[in-house]
């Protein structure tokens, strides 16, 4: 479906410049974040789904995805800091929201003020949340994060046996306990073993406290790796959590772009930046109104002694020549009629069988990197919000 057609047939709400007044149009299928989070929470019964949705729900927009989900049943929230926590909260006002981030100095009066839980992961952050407990008799409550072999956030184990003691007292406070997998991705990865037993450990220690280790792909690990609540990410935004395997999730976003002109390009002639991508035959180069600007990477420029990568132009895959520049991208187009490259047209960034992940591999990154970079000089189309 074209971003006229969406924009015409299956428009929910839009955000950003018109259509029309815009370099690319990014179409958002609500229905299949939906369908996608009812897959994960399927999957996982009985532990209860929550929903990962910081960075602007991975570029998807924290607002629309949070609503969706909020209505379709999701009681629990993670976001990255206290803003997005604080923009969940005005969706989804009787959810649970827990800040990965951690508690700032000097905010614990904020989460209070808005009911949300930090997610703390050193003795300072535990001291300092534990000083505002007293002094306000606050009862909202934290999750405790363990960490198991990332060695970002999270207590050490010693610290976590060490702290157990205090989950006698009536008022402790730990609301969950959690982990974060290491390479869960890698199904037969040795590290995802190593920290289930190493986090069941831990959690012999705190009986009745819910707990948590298991991200996108970490649901795909199987039952034992479930535990009390799953925290799907990437997932619900259509990236495969399982690489190497066919995707099992609905894809999410289209990406499609504006031809601003075409033109001629003679035999020995260069295009783009620096000058290192040399027609080798007499050429038709299509100029996208598209750029890294908008998250479009460089890394996809095609050289001289570099094939670039593909965008989709009438359906067919075309290579992207020269360096791509702020705002624009040249795609090479010679081989398609003139009559199927027309200035006004669009052409497929994602979509129509090139996805996140494809597009990520071009990149050489992930689907995360892909989906949180995108622009915000887009249309924004919202497709509905049934999962169907």
Same mark, same amino acid.
């Given at each position: 479906m074209s971003a006229q057609q969406a924009a015409s047939e299956q428009t929910t709400f839009a955000f950003g410049p018109p259509a029309a007044e815009a370099g690319g149009v990014l179409t958002i299928d609500l229905g299949a974040i939906e369908a996608n989070w009812r897959k994960l929470r399927t999957m996982a019964i009985p532990t209860e789904c929550a929903? %990962? %949705?910081? #960075?602007d729900a991975y570029g998807c927009g924290l607002e629309p995805v949070t609503a969706l989900l909020y209505h379709a049943g999701c009681t629990t929230f993670f976001v #990255? /800091? +206290?803003a997005e926590g604080k923009r969940v909260r005005r969706i989804a006002p009787e959810a649970v929201v827990y800040i990965l981030g951690g508690l700032p100095p000097g905010t614990a009066p904020v989460f209070a003020e808005h009911v949300l839980r930090p997610v703390i992961g050193s003795s300072a952050e535990l001291a300092e949340w534990d000083s505002f407990v007293s002094a306000s008799n606050w009862r909202g *409550?934290? #999750?405790?994060h363990v960490d198991t072999g990332m060695n970002r956030l999270g207590v050490t184990i010693e610290e976590a046996t060490a702290l157990a003691p205090r989950i006698q007292?009536?008022?402790h406070g730990i609301m969950l306990l959690m982990s974060h997998f290491v390479a869960s991705e890698i199904h037969e990865h040795p590290r995802n073993n190593e920290q289930m037993l190493a986090f069941r450990d831990v959690r012999s220690l705190y009986r009745g406290v819910p707990a948590s280790i298991s991200n996108s792909s970490g649901i795909? +690990? *199987?039952s034992s790796a479930h535990? =009390? +609540?799953v925290r799907p990410g990437v997932a619900l935004y259509g990236v495969n959590p399982t690489p190497g395997k066919p995707n099992p999730m609905r894809p999410v976003v289209q990406l499609e772009a504006r031809i601003i002109l075409t033109r001629e390009v003679a035999f020995g002639d260069t %295009? *783009?930046?620096d000058a290192n991508w040399t027609a080798r035959r007499p050429s038709r180069i299509a100029i996208i109104a598209v750029g890294y600007a908008d998250g479009y990477f460089r890394m996809a420029s095609g050289t001289d002694n570099k094939p670039g990568g593909a965008i989709l132009v009438a359906g067919r895959r075309c290579p992207i020549v020269g360096r791509i520049s702020m705002d624009l991208? #040249? %795609? =090479?187009?010679? /081989? +398609?009629p003139g009559s199927a490259v027309r200035r006004g047209d669009y052409v497929s960034l994602i979509g129509e069988g090139l996805d996140v992940d494809a597009l990520a591999e071009q990149f050489d990154t992930n689907g995360y990197e892909v989906l949180t970079s995108l622009g915000r000089r887009y249309a924004r189309i919202y497709r509905g919000s049934s999962a169907g």
């Open positions: 929903a %990962v %949705v910081k #960075a #990255a /800091d +206290l *409550g934290i #999750a405790l007292s009536e008022n795909f +690990l *199987g535990l =009390d +609540l %295009v *783009g930046y991208i #040249a %795609v =090479d187009v010679t /081989d +398609l």
